[in-house]
């Protein structure tokens, strides 16, 4: 089974840039769909971006053009580039599998403020 543990997460201003990372371990990790979700205070946990095990990768309209998703199998990785990051990016993001089958993580908290 799959586990995994966020990091990167941190205190931004607006306009800023962050990188997280997903360390998984589990042997079928390169095979999996993986995406990235996050949860703001108050609301339902969403859908960031995913990338398939051939690379394919999609976005949440609210992202697009300004995250970009990548996964290095080698290190059993996925890793979410955060760029021009808005208030509204704040959240406490989490990666599972696209199917949301493995147990969630801690997540890692992301706060975009002046």
């Known amino acids: 089974q799959v586990q995994l543990v966020e990091s990167g997460g941190g205190l931004v201003q607006p306009g800023g840039s962050l990188r997280l990372s997903c360390a998984a371990s589990?042997?079928?990790?390169?095979?999996?769909?993986m995406a990235w979700f996050r949860q703001a205070p108050g609301k339902q946990r969403e859908f960031v971006a995913v990338?398939?095990?051939?690379?394919?990768?999609s976005y949440a309209d609210s992202v697009k053009g300004r995250f970009t998703i990548s996964r290095d199998n080698a290190k059993n990785t996925v890793y979410l580039q955060m760029n021009s990051l808005k208030p509204e990016d704040t959240a406490v993001y989490y990666c599972?599998?696209?199917?949301?089958?493995?147990?969630w993580g801690r997540g890692t908290q992301v706060t975009v403020s002046s």
């Open positions: 589990g042997s079928v990790f390169s095979i999996r769909a």
């Open positions: 599972n599998t696209l199917d949301q089958t493995a147990p």
């Open positions: 990338i398939t095990s051939g690379g394919g990768t």
